[in-house]
């Protein structure tokens, strides 16, 4: 994807997650609501942008587009106690270019170049890129609703199973 898809995947899905973790049900709670949008959309926002920064030096969707900068991003908030969400940005920038570009991506480089992605991506100039972006951020937003909603009800029931309720 190119760098406007990224930052549009990013806007959009910062204002998704920040409805998703602090819906606004009631005009009272907007402020509430924008907050949060504001708070993840930052730092997804920065994440989101941080793989394209190997268009200046090294190789493109190798150098900055792998799990050991992923990893690091994951492990930033721990060590820093700051930016909880920047490692979303970057691993949304990660799926986008798996899914929604023709190349891929090297996952694993250093180790190999071998680049991964889905065979039905689209060309970066392709006219038909913006739309590839609003699905897979459509199903990034589906999926963190999933995890966001579904996840804690299923390990509640699956805790209560395990004492015999």
């Known amino acids: 994807m190119n760098k406007k898809g ?25 402020p509430a609501t924008l907050e949060m949008i504001v708070l993840v959309g930052v730092p997804i926002t920065l994440g989101a942008m941080v793989p394209d920064i190997d268009t200046e030096f090294g190789k493109h969707r190798k150098t900055l587009h792998n799990l050991p900068l992923l990893a690091a991003f994951v492990a930033f908030p721990e060590i820093f106690n700051n930016l909880e969400y920047v490692w979303i940005g970057v691993l949304t920038h990660y799926v986008l270019d798996v899914a929604g570009s023709k190349r891929g991506i090297a996952l694993f480089y250093p180790l190999s170049s071998h680049e991964f992605g889905f065979p039905f991506g689209v060309a970066v100039s392709s006219k038909h890129a913006t739309v590839v972006t609003w699905v ?3 199903l990034e937003l589906a999926v963190a609703a999933a995890i966001i909603y579904e996840v804690p009800q299923l390990v509640l029931e699956m805790g209560l199973q395990s004492i015999g309720y």
């Open 136 to 138: 897979v951020t459509g």
């Open 6 to 30: 990224h930052v549009l995947n990013a806007i959009l899905l910062s204002i998704g997650l920040g409805y998703l973790l602090e819906p606004a049900t009631e005009l009272a709670h907007a």
